[in-house]
């Protein structure tokens, strides 16, 4: 079989005795992708990209920070002046990080919208929820790094959120701590954990693909692959076009290092941790404020943070919870409409969680989260159950070679 | 042989399984034994524990003033209370609070009220002096707490907790 590879007699040596050729042949040029993916589809290899930008940057900044609370603040102000380009691999990670929140969430509501959750994709599915928790972890421990204030008390109400379980819970934080409070400790073994929860997040990715090849892309008419007319080679066609948004998403990333490299940062993060005062106003990153509103939104500790993790969880069951048989939003006018509601729902939480706790916004954090799990719990089954789709079109070839949108 | 074979698929069946069991719990008793001694590192060191006490000496905090002092790395509030705010914190129905104490059960002398400066919600540290009820404002997410740190109102469960202390003389404690 391998020695039939086609190729340069160095290819075909080495491909016989390590068919890596016939691998990728089969991975990239045979593979075949729906023929009408659109620019949505563009944010999985995206977010491959986004993940290797932080190793590689990652991985270079830890030839230069010191993983010790002692010397943790002054060695990244180390890395901004005095390392070569130093500044250029700490602004890269760091709004890498924010980037790659930005294209996992758009992956992920390209999935709500065209149903790529459903049947035969759970897994698939369930992977890519896994992944996103592994990430919140690691960009969390990776903010606290820096042992500036804002890392220290991000790390102090984080891990606190343990001491909600009953009964257990401040044995279980004094043993993530590894004292009576964060300090030295804590740092040290988050910069442990940070260093491995990517390589955990490449071999979860590892997992995601060989899901998605096993059941193949979902695409935007939701129906499935007919045959040869519907699809075409992964590479070139989708190489090229995942080039193209890599293009664009390097451009954003370069205005954003290059132009306003702490615009999502806080200024408190350039004031050495301080474990005596806590600043007025602490906020989380903006990727974990639709999170943090929802913590806040309930007026019991315990409750919070159950409601906090439930408003994840919750995307675990949602194949179940979703009734309708059909997967693609454009067939559904009613789910069509509330998955805008939900979307607009999120963003308003994330607002919500960046303003203080107090008067009016304690109100509207509260309607917000009831109406996200009301979505969830409620709407998407029923909807389910009443919607009326419309008619599926025949096949992804006959949709495209009209040209039309169906 | 086919007769032999199949003889011996029979009755090797409960032996193979004995060995799949056997080697599952071989597995899992390893498992644990390295798992516990590993899972156990985390936790705080023989030094961290070895953490001295706390001496705090009285004389120069007036009265309507605190300090903060540092005990196991937490920050101590020692607050040197008035006339009035004892008052206040003995003023109060017990029953309605969330988390009911009495205010004689949370101080050694009234005028000297002694706290783990840590919000019982999610660790940040209260503000002296601010809030609802003058006692402690805690900016995270808004936890008011009384003259005698018990939570009022906001999201943290219980009241500041009491460290353990004595008065080694008439001006001057020890915590821990
Ligand atoms: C999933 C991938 C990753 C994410 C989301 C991530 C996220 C972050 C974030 C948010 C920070 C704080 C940036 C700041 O405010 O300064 C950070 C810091 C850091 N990260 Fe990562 N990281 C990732 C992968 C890695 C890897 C693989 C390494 C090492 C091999 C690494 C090493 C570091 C170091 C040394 C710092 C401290 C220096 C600094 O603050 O810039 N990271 N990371
Ligand atoms: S930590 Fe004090 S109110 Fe949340």
Known sequence: MSNSYRGSAVVRWVNDRLPIFTFLDHQMRDYPAPRNLNYWWNYGSLALVALVLQIVTGIFLAMHYIGDARFAFDSVEHIMRNVNYGWLLRYLHSNGAALFFLVVYVHIFRGLYYGSYKSPREILWWIGIVIVLAMMATAFMG?????????????????????????????????????????GPTLTRFYALHYLLPFVIFGLVFLHLWALRTVKSNNPLGIDVRGPQDTVPFHPYYTSKDYFGMGLFLLVLAGFVFYAPNYMGHPDNYIPANPMVTPTHIVPEWYFLPFYAILRAIPDKLGGVIAMAASLLVLFVLPWLDTSRVRSARFRPIYKVIFWFLLADVVLLGYVGSQPAEGIWIHIGRALTAYYFFHFLILTPVVGKIERPRPLPQSIAAVVLKGGKA | MAEHGTAAVHTGETRRDFLYVATAAVSVVGVGAVGWPIVDSMNPTADVLALATTEVDLVPIEVGQAITVVWQSKPVFVRHRTDQEIAAAADVAIEDLRDPQADGDRVQKPEWLILIGICTHLGCIPIGYKGDFNGWFCPCHGSHYDTSGRIRVGPAPENLKVPPYTFTTDTSIVIG
């Open chain 1, 143 to 183: 903010y606290v790094l820096p042992w500036g204030q804002m890392s220290f008390w991000a790390a102090t109400v984080i891990t606190n959120l343990f001491s909600a379980i009953p009964l257990l819970g401040q044995e279980i934080v004094a043993w993530l701590w590894g004292g009576f409070a964060v300090g």
